[in-house]
């Protein structure tokens, strides 16, 4: 519930389809826990607009804007300046609207480490894991590239060409030495063998085909911390199978709520409420 | 208080300034009121920005618009159609997004029509004096000419190019005489003495002025009906004046509630709420 008048400042999510997200009440929520003159709206933009978009954002005075699925990268081309990190995942989720000039950044890698550090599984000297070549997978392996001290960042994959350029690209903002390959069972066995942190990036697992999983059960080793970015479910078949094998399990939606608790401090100066937002998303999942 | 999700179509009044709009919380309580999956936000758009807002509502995908100073005359050559009344008047007050098609239109006129007939002052085969020849008086004598059919249309003014533009624009669109001329002491005298339906639609008694009025108390007849556009303050000394002397008369804020109440039935196709809005209104003022 948010009380508007017309000094209330509007941000917004642009995606396509749109209706289902639950940016708009987490977002207020926010705001209105900590008392902001702001808003936050969903708005359905066809691909191909999503420039005019942003210049009409632009125009209306709007604070920010989260991006979501298809137009993170359309969005990029129509913002004024792109920060260093969302330039090497190569799309944004974020618009900062500064004084008419619009500042795209990327903050799912950054809710994802968020996640981790909140679980205090920071990467530094570990090595990590990577499954997946995808949006995910760029964004959380450029993030933990630059953010972080990884001794080894080692991404599997099935659609080679994605792959080897995701490797190429993480090796360009890495310390770290970053390796990779196909995704096999024995590749996998092999990785996993001296892993510390495994970060699956795949759809594998999510609603309806809640019982897969790209990790047979005696793969996991005791104490490994293991990530999901699939949220829905909330326990994924492999988060259930690493939580028995005795590992450290972080659940998607903590990538989630770090990449909007990032965007609501971009956008508002303020610490982001993390336990509203998190009940927020709670009561919805 | 409004409840928005990813679902929720947004509505805007443009205007700049625009901070001390009373339009968000009036369209926002009327929304709620209905239970209807709308928001209203108010947007400060520089001028010249007026035709790039509005290509950003159409692809952003709001539901409608308010239009209010200074932008009713440059919104007119950025929607997509003008209909024949605010072709007439001359500026846009009001956006309805079919589909992204944008049809412009005028209820200002309208909301002020809206006041005489809930007095049961109805203009048909009345003398209707009209004061002023700013944008309230075209607003509201192009509307009158077009939607009713008084005996007489007289329009007194002090800009005279502005005033002669007016009568000549009135006559293409009334069945009724129209007449008008320069306001002085003695023809607002001589037009007062065969009036039934005065409309004083200059800026006159506005709030700091609150003493001022165009019209000496001796000047009223008993049983006229004085409408005042003015509506800060609401009892206006033009309206004490005519109260003591025996007239009915009509507050601005009736106005300004009326050509709310048109916009919400055009954007939403529901009844407006009208005992919600005045209200809020009232509350505020």
Redesign the interface.
């Known amino acids: 519930?948010?009380?508007?008048?017309?000094?209330?400042t509007?941000c917004?999510?642009?995606g396509h389809p749109?209706?289902?997200?639950?940016?708009?009440?987490l977002h207020?929520a926010a705001f209105e826990a900590l008392g902001l003159p702001l808003?936050?709206?969903?708005?359905?933009?066809?691909p191909g607009?999503v420039t005019?978009?942003l210049?009409?954002?632009r125009?209306?005075?709007y604070r920010g804007l989260s991006i979501t699925i298809p137009h993170k990268v359309e969005a990029m081309h129509g913002v004024d300046h792109v920060d260093a990190m969302a330039a090497g995942i190569g799309c944004i989720n974020t618009v900062v609207n500064d004084h008419g000039r619009l500042l795209g950044s990327n903050s799912d890698g950054l809710g994802a480490l968020g996640g981790l550090r909140d679980a205090n599984a920071n990467p530094d000297g570990k090595n990590v894991l990577i499954l997946g070549s995808g949006g995910a997978a760029r964004a959380i392996a450029i993030t933990l590239a630059r953010e972080t001290e990884p001794r080894r960042i080692t991404i599997l994959g099935i659609e080679l060409d994605e792959l080897n350029r995701l490797i190429s690209d993480v090796r360009h903002h890495a310390t770290a030495t970053v390796t990779g390959g196909q995704f096999t069972d024995a590749s996998l066995r092999a990785a996993l063998a001296e892993t510390d942190i495994l970060m699956h990036c795949s759809p594998i697992g999510m609603h309806p085909n809640e019982e897969s999983s790209l990790v047979s059960p005696d793969m996991f080793r005791k104490g490994m911390v293991v990530f999901d970015a699939v949220y829905n479910p909330r326990r994924t078949k492999l988060l259930r199978d690493a939580q028995v094998a005795g590992c450290q399990t972080i659940e998607g939606i903590e990538m989630f709520l770090g990449q909007a608790a990032v965007q609501f401090e971009l956008w508002t100066g303020r610490q982001a409420p993390r336990s509203v937002m998190r009940r927020v998303v709670e009561a919805h999942l």
């Open positions: 519930m948010v009380s508007i008048d017309a000094k209330t509007v917004a999510v642009l749109i209706g289902h997200s639950l940016s708009p009440a207020n808003v936050y709206v969903a708005h359905d933009v066809a607009n005019r978009a210049e009409g954002i125009v209306l005075g």
